[in-house]
């Protein structure tokens, strides 16, 4: 957890190959970077859930320190070309843009070692919002789409609440409720519990709107 913002920076990592992806590095590159000790991983890339100020504060340095190559869904590019004046809005130290060399798809699978993650384009919390789903270890990298027991803002341009329902109803509820899911901010929690109980997607939510 790094930041003003508390932000959830993960390392997503294949401990047979050692293999690793970065995942939304919001700053505190020192304790970022530590992530990779434990079992020696090797960041092959860095995966950009969207580009809002607190998911890619400190990505130019890590892209820097790591040499790994960057992406994110295109639909985000200029969130991250406006991060010189999204940090000044709340108060960083002047942050340079990265430079992004590939842009993730709805389908496209990223390989760990032998395991596969699949690219979900979520939009609704912003455009180009997206999360990473590593079917065989029932691991969801969720970014601000779904919380536990809340879920994106959509009060930011780009963001839209319909959007972000549908993303949710269709694309992650139906990975099954046994998925863990890991969220760019809080703690992490299942799929299942969120499509029963969430105030402002589940079947609760529904429900409430019939009474």
Known sequence: MVGPFAENTYLVGDSASGDALLVDPGGELERVVALREPGGFRVSRIFLTHGHVDHVAGCAEAKARLEAPCQIHRADLDWLKAL?????MFGFER???????AFHEEGEVVALGE?????????????GSCCLFFEGARVLIAGD???????GRTDLPGGD???LSRSIREKLFT??????????????????????SNPFVG????RGRFL
């Open 175 to 196: 990975l099954g409720d046994d998925v863990r899911f890991y969220p760019g901010h809080g703690p992490s929690a299942l799929i299942g519990d969120e499509r029963r």
């Open 203 to 206: 079947e609760a939510a529904q």
């Open 84 to 88: 010189p004046e999204q940090g000044e």
């Open 115 to 127: 395991e596969l993650g699949r690219v979900l384009h979520t939009p609704g919390h912003s455009r």
């Open 145 to 151: 789409t779904l919380f536990a027991g809340s879920v």
């Open 95 to 101: 942050l340079d843009p990265p430079s992004v060399e």
């Open 161 to 163: 609440f319909a959007a």
